[in-house]
């Protein structure tokens, strides 16, 4: 009879061994399952995060996508797969600065795998929101340069709405020497700054070691030359008076006299001057100057002109060519001169030296490097001059 029993036991114990295997091996996996799951949602996070700080520099959704792929990778998705939208397709976040990561991956079981033969499927999703903590008017893109933005002399610069900002790593990114003065909402800079001289500003202190500003411009096509060419009477405009007509400059422009610019997209082959004496005015225009073509603007002439309030090139006034090389302009001019809307030069310095700013002091000013020793006040309250805001001082978040 106690063999029997025994017998009896050790069939009951043969049959519920796979039951205790499996429900051991379940909670073994089931917490093996909630680790993947975490590192998962983790790898999704630095994806978005990752995928995020290339849109703040401007890219491409494939150079998005590339750069959150390397992240999902470089922590752990091994055999996963990853789907990226910038901007998100669903969510309380869709359509915004955002860049949205799902991350799937399917995991092989161990114990469990006595009842079950399928794969453990695992998802994450995560969204990298982008906010833009100021605005600039001033805004330097050379990622390396010292003094990419320098102030200097007895400039006196007075920023209302809006903030310098200085993308170039270098400690001294944004500089204030000599006796200047500077007000601004804020003063940012992706490096250090150097400031001589005490600084007013909204924001409690300068902000260093920010994420750099993409280029707003960017996708900003280059306006096509046309033909034929068109030229200044004379030359060099000895005319007393003229009217300028659109179109491909292809000898430059030499302004002397009164010259009066009619609305459209001027194309300048050729450097650009405006002369002591003379008057220049026009609204509704965008100057394109081709290549490494320059602008000098002399400080006894008087040049009042305005960039188009909508179309293509709504707020640009000056646009330098992204494919020329390194170049200099320089926008020089009376007190009583105005120029109104965004004078963009990525690849060329801007020495802004006079004393004057756009109609309600709407003027921005985009450039590889920037120096500034004029007395200027602008404001940034510009949309109904067909001006956007330039996004600065950028920050990331995972918001979902």
């Known amino acids: 009879m106690g063999r029997d029993a025994g017998a009896n036991v050790a069939t009951i114990f043969a049959l519920s061994l796979p039951i205790i295997v499996g429900a051991a091996g379940l909670g073994v996996e089931t917490s093996y399952w909630y680790y993947e799951d975490l590192k998962l949602q983790a790898a999704a996070d630095a994806a978005a995060y990752a995928g995020a700080l290339e849109k703040i520099a401007g890219s491409d959704t494939a150079t998005i996508t590339a750069a959150a792929t390397q992240s999902a990778i470089s922590n752990g998705l091994g055999t996963g797969t990853i789907v990226v939208h910038a901007p998100p397709t ?3 976040n869709a359509g915004k600065k955002a860049v949205e990561v799902v991350l799937n991956q399917k995991l092989d079981r161990i114990f469990t795998s006595i009842f079950v033969q399928d794969q453990v499927a695992e998802q994450a999703r995560a969204v990298a929101l982008i906010t833009d903590a100021s605005k600039a008017c001033v805004l330097a893109l050379n990622p390396s340069a010292s003094k990419a933005a320098l102030f200097s002399g007895n400039t006196s610069v007075k920023l209302t709405g809006c903030s310098v900002m200085s ?7 944004l500089k204030l020497q000599g006796s200047g003065s500077l007000q601004a909402d804020c003063l940012i800079s ?17 902000i260093t070691q920010a994420q750099p500003a993409s280029d707003p411009f960017s996708g900003l096509p280059a306006p096509a ?14 005319k007393t008076a003229q009217t300028l007509q659109p179109g491909t400059y292809c000898s ?3 302004l002397k006299g009164n010259v009066t610019l009619q609305p459209g997209v001027y194309v300048v082959q050729g450097s650009m001057k405006v002369n002591a004496g003379a008057v220049v005015s ?9 290549g490494s073509n320059t602008v000098t603007m ?11 309030n909508s179309g293509t090139y709504s707020g640009v006034l000056f646009y330098g060519d992204r494919t020329g090389t390194s170049a200099s302009s320089t926008f020089n001019g009376a007190a009583s001169s105005l120029l109104t809307g965004a004078l963009y030069f ?9 004393n004057f700013a756009g109609t309600g002091g709407c003027t921005q000013v985009v450039a590889d490097t920037i120096q500034w020793s004029g007395n200027t006040t602008i404001n940034q309250n510009c949309s109904s001059l067909g001006m956007k805001d330039i996004p600065s001082a950028q920050s990331v978040a995972i918001v979902e």
């Open 225 to 238: 030359a046309s033909s034929p060419c068109k030229t200044i009477a004379n030359g060099n405009g000895n």
């Open 346 to 354: 990525p690849k060329q310095q801007v020495n802004y030296l006079g």
């Open 282 to 290: 026009g609204s509704g225009v965008t100057i394109f100057m081709s």
């Open 90 to 92: 669903s969510g309380p």
């Open 167 to 173: 993308d170039s790593n270098a400690a001294d990114a």
């Open 190 to 206: 992706v490096g250090g700054m150097v400031l001589n001289n005490p600084v007013t500003t909204v924001c409690k202190a300068p």
């Open 298 to 308: 002399n400080g006894n002439a008087t040049v009042t002109l305005s960039a188009p």
């Open 252 to 254: 430059g422009m030499d």
